[in-house]
């Protein structure tokens, strides 16, 4: 191969490159437009009551397109909340590796959760209500990212107990979720709700009770009752 042909082979080279990568960024986008849509069409249709071709008409793509990202509309439901989450447990992973306090972390977890889905209502639709539709979805909810985001939370808890922050002794894994059905009821109680509030404004609330509980100081009464009724 002389110089020429050389440098010939060189620049057809970076623009396949810069090809595959237009590409790539196409298909990202319209798997992206996709989702948007759909998100847009199950929370204002519901899920059983969608077609396909609804979510090809709100993201402006035929339908055949659609079927080239994902398999059928159940994939579609998941695909949502997988994408969600995937995003959601990088940026919180990344803001919690800069916090050292644990109870700062487990604000920021509560703050991020109410805040995230408090943004966007068509989102917290989908997430409370239609996907608790899907039998697919359901079948497969204990091995989802739901199980990542509850070890994030109990690792923000463990880390409280090893510095003496929280309570020694407590069942880590069961406060993880103990905190994320609080979580989890507050966004479907902010859907369902006739009221229009903020769902962010209920952050502090949950922390608090979380992390203090509601007992009047250190009365311990429900274990002097509890005795009595002995």
């Known amino acids: 191969m002389n110089e020429?042909?050389?440098?010939?082979?060189?620049?057809?080279?970076?623009s396949a490159r810069r090809k595959l990568s237009q590409s790539k960024e196409k298909a990202n986008g319209k798997y992206d437009l996709i989702l948007r849509a759909a998100i847009k069409v199950f929370a204002r249709g519901g899920f059983f009551n969608s077609k396909v071709a609804d979510v090809a008409r709100e993201a402006g793509?035929?339908?055949?397109?659609?079927?080239?990202?994902?398999k059928n509309k159940d994939d579609i439901l998941?695909?949502?909340?997988?994408?969600?989450m995937d995003e959601a447990l990088?940026?919180?992973?990344?803001?919690?590796?800069?916090?050292?306090?644990?109870?700062?972390?487990?604000?920021?977890?509560?703050?991020?959760?109410?805040?995230?889905?408090?943004?966007?209502?068509?989102?917290?639709?989908?997430?409370?209500?239609?996907l608790r539709s899907s039998t697919k979805f359901m079948e497969q909810f204990s091995a989802t990212r739901v199980t990542e985001y509850l070890d994030l939370i109990r690792s923000a808890i463990?880390?409280?107990?090893?510095?003496?922050?929280?309570?020694?002794?407590?069942?880590?894994k069961l406060l993880a979720k103990i905190l994320f059905g609080a979580l989890d009821e507050m966004a479907t109680n902010w859907v369902l709700s006739r009221k229009r509030y903020s769902l962010a404004s209920?952050?502090?609330?949950v922390i608090d009770v979380f992390l203090n509980g509601i007992g009047q100081g250190k009365t311990n009464r429900i274990n002097r009752v509890d005795k009595n009724k002995g």
């Open 4 to 14: 020429s042909s050389f440098i010939f082979f060189e620049v057809e080279m970076v």
């Open 61 to 70: 793509v035929a339908d055949g397109t659609v079927y080239l990202y994902f």
């Open 78 to 84: 998941v695909s949502i909340f997988n994408n969600y």
């Open 90 to 130: 990088a940026e919180g992973r990344a803001r919690l590796q800069k916090i050292a306090d644990p109870v700062e972390k487990l604000r920021r977890i509560v703050h991020a959760h109410l805040d995230g889905l408090g943004r966007d209502r068509d989102l917290a639709v989908v997430f409370q209500v239609e």
């Open 158 to 172: 463990e880390e409280g107990q090893r510095e003496g922050v929280f309570r020694s002794g407590l069942n880590t």
């Open 202 to 205: 209920t952050a502090d609330t």
